[in-house]
């Protein structure tokens, strides 16, 4: 089994900066991909970022130039640097990875219980 635990949301005013965290724990072998994710209110959840193991980022475009994700891997550790935020940003953020927990095994989706991100002066 595996957890992912995200830290670092909270209020931010137009145009400010914050970074999430998220932090893996738990039995598994790989890392497929991780990426975040977020819901707006009334709104169904989106791709906000993704970094597959060994291959470059990839963006929605309406935070291309804003946000970077960035892994660590010896901590498993995966981050959303956000940049110029607009109100639009506000969210609930969650993170997910793809990971394999036993070789010969299929890799399987992890979420994590996600944090709040609110921009409003």
């Known amino acids: 089994q595996v957890q992912l635990v995200e830290s670092g949301g909270g209020l931010v005013q137009p145009g400010g900066s914050l970074r999430l965290s998220c932090a893996a724990s738990?039995?598994?072998?790989?890392?497929?991909?991780m990426a975040w994710y977020r819901q707006a209110p009334g709104k169904q959840r989106e791709l906000v970022a993704s970094?597959?193991?060994?291959?470059?980022?990839n963006y929605a475009d309406s935070v291309k130039g804003r946000f970077t994700i960035s892994r660590d891997n010896a901590k498993n550790t995966v981050y959303l640097q956000m940049n110029s935020l607009k109100p639009e940003d506000t969210a609930v953020y969650y993170c997910h990875g793809l990971f394999v927990t036993a070789w010969g095994t299929s890799p399987r989706d992890y979420w994590g219980q996600g944090t709040q991100v609110t921009v409003s002066s």
């Open positions: 738990g039995r598994f072998v790989s890392v497929y991909n």
């Open positions: 970094l597959p193991s060994g291959a470059i980022a």
